[in-house]
């Protein structure tokens, strides 16, 4: 067979032998096997700082970029490591392996670029080969980079909207309400959640906070607008109510 080689900017690792699978779905995948550098800071206790045995090994195996659309599987052994001194056991970490995935930091990236790029999930999976489930929790850890402050609460909109919009719809064949917040001069969705609109409503104040609620506008304002910019009659009670608070 022949053979190109390739920069692989995966540290420390080593190829030694490349070769053409069938994968349990009846597929072709590259399988690039080889050595982990085992460096300094791995054979170091990070407890108290001795040097460690090794104690064993475990196969390890990442998906990274495909060529084309055959998945590539980089395989490599990694050591676990013990301390004669606080009897600590600590398996050895892989720098190219994104966090909370069995797949390559740089296979990590391109999805996200990908999903950026606005593609959906469906399409990434097949470029990627990755698993639809593993698109959508990155999916989900890219969303949660831009817009929430430390993972779960939202990050407040940057813009100060002079016209709400407000709309309730069902979900999952009408057994289920979401409520969705609009700035209707940009068309900017600033909240999204399931529930009815009063619920809705006040955790959209209680995210935004009553500053970004007033604004440049004094409460009047707000309030008139808010009446305005949606039907019914529910919303304007609910605004005045907080105002009268
Ligand atoms: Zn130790």
């Not at 740089?106 to 606005?118: A, E, T």
């Not at 016209?163 to 409520?179: M, P, Q, R, S």
């Not at 309030?223 to 105002?243: C, F, H, N, Q």
Request: positive net charge; proline residues 2%; hydrophobic residues 40%.
């Amino acid at each position: 067979m022949q053979y190109i080689m390739l920069p692989s900017s995966l540290v420390g690792f080593t190829n030694d032998y490349t070769k053409i699978v069938t994968t349990t779905a009846g597929t072709a995948a590259l399988l690039v096997h080889g050595n982990l550098e085992v460096t300094e800071a791995d054979r170091t206790c990070s407890y108290c700082g001795s040097k460690m045995h090794v104690h064993g090994t475990a196969d390890a195996s990442l998906r990274h970029v495909s060529v084309g659309f055959d998945p590539m599987i980089v395989q490599f052994e990694k050591v676990r490591h013990y301390c004669p001194n606080c009897a600590q056991t600590r398996m050895q970490e892989v720098p190219f392996q994104a966090r909370g995935h069995r797949i390559t930091g740089q296979l990590y990236n391109l999805v996200r670029d990908l999903l950026s790029w606005g593609l959906t999930l469906k399409v990434v999976s097949k470029i990627t080969g990755l698993g639809k489930n593993t698109v959508k929790q990155i999916d989900l850890e890219r969303l949660r980079d831009l817009y929430t402050i430390d993972g779960e609460r939202l990050i407040k909109p940057e813009r100060q909207a002079r016209v709400l919009g407000i709309d309730e719809f069902l979900l999952h064949k009408g057994h289920k309400y979401a409520t969705v917040i609009i700035d209707m001069e940009t068309g900017h969705i600033l909240w999204l959640a399931h529930g009815r609109k009063k619920a809705c409503v006040y955790a959209f104040i209680e995210q935004v906070g009553m500053e970004w609620m007033a604004g440049e506008y004094n409460s009047w304002d707000v309030r008139y607008k808010w009446a305005t910019s949606m039907p019914g009659s529910e919303l304007l009670s609910i605004s005045r109510k907080l105002w009268n608070e």
